[in-house]
């Protein structure tokens, strides 16, 4: 089955600053890559995803990159904010099987 | 996305007894599933709700252990057996649309003494 690496599994970032978290995974066959982010209490939200006919994807200050050959897939975060502190999971699977293979998280902290 | 309510939220059990979460949905969806998520961890899948079929359970989990439930295309229930405190977990329902997204409930913590 698919195996999802996750690194790092703690990030301190200072305002303002980038934040980029890597993940890798095994199975070929995967074409679907969603990041989600979940905040303490909160259920996991889906913040960007990529499938893998695309290399890069965008979204405001989001963005998740694919490498398909080395099999790893990256979110970036820009100018980074308090508010994005929380755990982010990437996640690999098939689009339209839905049966998602989860990393082990990423805890990022933001220092005001 | 569709809006999907988990019941309970929290729930406070005794080893040896069983609960029963439901969890609904305000529009018919494609798929439904029930994830794990011990105290600190990542995701991990317990099955595949099929909408009047058995469910479909992930390596390590159990039809005896994870009863699960979907008489309709918006409504499953997961129940949790003979609950011990290794069971403490947050359960959470997921689902998706036809635009293929995977979308998660509030989740169910559970805490067995």
């Known amino acids: 089955g698919e195996n999802v690496e996750q690194h790092p599994s703690t990030l301190s970032v200072q305002e303002g600053d980038s934040a980029v978290i890597k993940c890798t995974y095994s199975?070929?066959?995967?074409?679907?890559f969603p990041w989600y982010k979940q905040e303490l209490g909160k259920r996991p939200q889906l913040i960007i995803d990529?499938?893998?006919?695309?290399g890069e994807k965008k979204d405001q200050r989001i963005a998740v990159t694919l490498n398909k050959t080395a099999k790893h897939f990256s979110l970036h975060i820009t100018e980074t904010q308090p508010e994005d502190s929380a755990v982010y999971f990437c996640?690999?699977?098939?689009?339209?099987?839905?049966?998602?293979?989860f990393g082990t998280g990423t805890r990022l902290t933001i220092i005001p | 996305s569709a809006v999907i309510s988990q019941k309970p939220s929290r729930d406070i059990c005794q080893r040896g007894t069983s609960l029963t979460i439901q969890c609904q949905v305000d529009?018919?969806?494609?798929?439904m599933f029930w994830y794990r998520q011990q105290p600190g961890q990542s995701l991990t899948l317990i099955a595949t709700?099929?909408?009047?079929?058995?469910?479909?359970?992930e390596s390590g989990f159990v039809i005896d252990k994870f009863p699960i439930s979907r008489p309709n295309l918006t409504f499953s229930t997961l129940t949790v057996s003979n609950m011990s405190p290794e069971d403490s977990s947050i359960y959470l329902c997921?689902?998706?649309?036809?635009?293929?997204?995977?979308?998660f409930g509030e989740g169910s913590r559970l805490t067995v003494l």
């Open positions: 709700a099929n909408q009047g079929s058995e469910a479909t359970y």
């Open positions: 996640a690999a699977g098939n689009f339209g099987n839905e049966k998602l293979t």
């Open positions: 997921s689902v998706t649309q036809n635009t293929g997204e995977l979308f």
């Open positions: 990529i499938r893998s006919n695309v």
């Open positions: 529009s018919q969806v494609t798929m």
């Open positions: 199975d070929s066959a995967s074409n679907y």
